[in-house]
């Protein structure tokens, strides 16, 4: 009985809490209920859009593919251009996957024409758009390859070491380091290329290509 008791008691203090505070709830739960909704639509939206935009930049890509190796003769200069100008208009307005393809495309442009600081520039571009991605690190190491095409060789050791050292996996994280290597080797820092070598021995022991390059440039070095 005495539970009984208390039970009503309970009830009645909730149901009192809830008569008196009913404005406050109803304002709490139609909040709640908005944001709720709000999120579901922004959501929605932002896939809308990433959708979109990814179709743009297929399309775009598509047209980079048909162009690219007709870009010397001089009857198609005008349209690579004119593709150059739309890709630096998409990229400046996307994020992510999206607008980090844009610039990596803007960088194989400017590298086909052998434009290597316009190149290290985009895919710098392309590597903070798509840190999230895996374009992140793939455009690192292109643009370290742009900057060395530039002879500086520190600041492509640098971008090499943060594609290697990249949060999302890269591929060809192997090569990265072999180059970070063989740079050292080109600064005549031969202890530091040693170890870059011996970074590869120890972390790819599965990749034998890189294994005999490595151990092979680490012999040549030693016996010098």
Do not use: C
Not at 37 to 44: C, E, K, M, N
Not at 147 to 155: F, M, R, V
């Amino acid at each position: 009985m005495q539970n009984e008791n208390e039970k009503l008691n309970l009830a009645d203090k909730i149901n009192d809490f809830v008569q008196r505070n009913r404005k406050i709830i109803f304002i709490i739960t139609g909040a709640v209920f908005i944001f709720l909704a709000g999120l579901i639509v922004f959501i929605s939206l932002q896939d809308v859009f990433n959708k979109r935009a990814i179709s743009e930049i297929e399309e775009l890509s598509r047209r980079f593919d048909d162009l690219r190796y007709m870009s010397l003769d001089d009857h198609y200069s005008s349209d690579m251009q004119t593709l150059l100008s739309d890709l630096n208009d998409f990229a400046k307005k996307r994020k992510g996957y999206a607008g980090s393809k844009a610039w990596s495309i803007i960088g194989f442009i400017h590298s086909d024409k052998k434009e290597w600081q316009y190149a290290e520039s985009a895919w710098l571009n392309a590597a903070k758009t798509g840190d999230k991605t895996y374009l992140g690190p793939l455009s690192l190491f292109n643009a370290a390859a742009a900057a060395e095409e530039q002879g500086k060789y520190n600041e492509a050791i640098d971008l090499l070491k943060k594609s290697v050292e990249h949060k999302f996996e890269f591929p060809a994280a192997p090569r990265a380091q072999f180059s970070i290597g063989r740079l050292y080797e080109k600064l005549n820092n031969y202890s530091a290329a040693i170890e870059a070598y011996r970074v590869i021995l120890i972390n790819w022991q599965d990749m034998p290509v890189w294994q005999h390059l490595a151990r092979s440039r680490i012999t040549e070095l030693e016996i010098r």
